[in-house]
């Protein structure tokens, strides 16, 4: 995918000679068309040719290859759960931990410092002569506050090299969908840029993701060569997929908690379906306020102002103010413009973060079904107890790690709702208090003055009569 043209390129030397090769040209974006979700599968883990389209309308496409196996069909999952699957890493720095609150939750274990990543302001570069061009965001960590250039293909390649380790554990927060038509524009350029922002502070939160090595070699490597380096270090990482599960150091947990867990996650289940409808629902609502903002009520207001306007200008004596409120409304138009930016954008940007996250899930759950499954098939065997030993064990390792990421997942969901629906909210109330205030004050203007006053509070506290019983000042 991200070879030059008329170049045969292996996966692993991609960049390696053009660290500025354009992969978003129109050819490696015409075809933009989401993929159907594939639920998990029983003989699966990530491919290393595929990955979920970065709209988060996909997950993972999985393959293992299959051998003769004592417990029928040979999976990875199987290979897992009975100890077959092992790696260096559970006692080293790769493990992930995984504690028990005093009040039974399981949740990540934090490692190291907390850091932010700021993505600057997109700049507008070109190469081969000024022939190709492109745009590069200026990414900043915290915790060294030196900038690096990055271009939206290289958080596309981050993306799924984080899909690809974690997403059999973790739901990965989507990129910006990717554009053909109009990708240099303003408006574009910073609707992308304000959503690889939120991207990367999920990343940031994240216990597991923020301290993984290919986000930490994202953010600080400014060396070429040892960009390639770590890429290709990064690219060659046998701990990923199933294997990943290994690495996960968890508490040891009775059958209660298993069945209580076990609840839970079913429980949620259920949700997340009821989740993925009103997500992409409100999407679609947010999508539509915002070309109504920017171009219905836009208008509107225009045309309002022009129609009082003219018929101003045709009775300048008799109605002088006619024409205040033609201004009056054509200013205000530019209010709804530049309101959509305050109130429903931040929306619409939510709801496309949920949408590939919730999308995210179903490799998760689905993993997680299988593994239920597959122990099942082992337990009913003959013999091989010391098997079936380490399979109770490794599913409970399994079972803690899908709970400490709902935990998570809950409490993100939490604030993110509460956040913006406040900020919504107030938005909502400021803009319609500015029409009102600026409506009023145009009535003021026009009808100056004790009588002008005393109508508007009779007006504001009744509505006037339709024969106009309390009469309404004239035009002065």
Known sequence: MY???????SKNDMWDDDWDSDDEDKQDEASNTPT???????????????????????????????????????????DYLIGVTETSATVGKEAIYITETSNGFFQWDIQGEPFSCLIGTPKKSTKFGGMKSFIAYQVTPSFSNIQVSRRYKHFDWLHERLVKKFGMITAIPPLPEKQVI??????????????????????????????????KHFLAETDDKKW???????????????????????????????????DKIVAFSKDMGKMESAVKNMKSIANDQINRYRNVHTKDYREIGKAFAQLGSAMPDEAPCLSNIGACYQEMSDMWDKQVAKD????????????????????????????????KEIQKSEGFEKEKDVAVARINTHRIGVEAERTFFKQELGVDMAQTSQMFLVEQINFHRQISDRLEKLYYECWPGVAGEEQFRRASQTNLPSNNEQGLSEWD
């Open 3 to 9: 070879a030059p043209l008329g170049r045969q390129q």
């Open 182 to 215: 109009g990708r240099f524009e303003e408006d574009l350029i910073e609707h992308r840029r304000v959503q690889l922002q939120s991207f990367a502070d999920r990343i940031c939160r994240h216990p597991v993701l923020s301290t993984s090595e290919v986000w």
């Open 344 to 375: 429903w954008e931040p929306l619409q940007h939510l709801m496309h973060d949920y949408k590939g996250i919730t999308a995210g899930w179903h490799a998760v759950l689905g993993l997680y079904g299988n593994m239920k499954e597959k122990q």
């Open 36 to 78: 159907p979700v594939r639920k998990f599968s029983p003989d699966s883990e990530p491919s290393t040719g595929s990955r979920p389209s970065s709209n988060g309308a996909s997950t993972p496409s999985f393959s293992v290859t299959k051998f003769s196996h004592p417990f029928g069909k040979s999976d990875k999952v199987c």
């Open 228 to 262: 390639t380096q770590g890429k290709r270090k990064i690219e060659g990482d046998q701990n990923i997929g199933i294997s990943l599960l290994t690495t996960i150091q968890a508490p040891p947990i009775n059958k209660d908690t298993e069945n209580e867990i076990d």
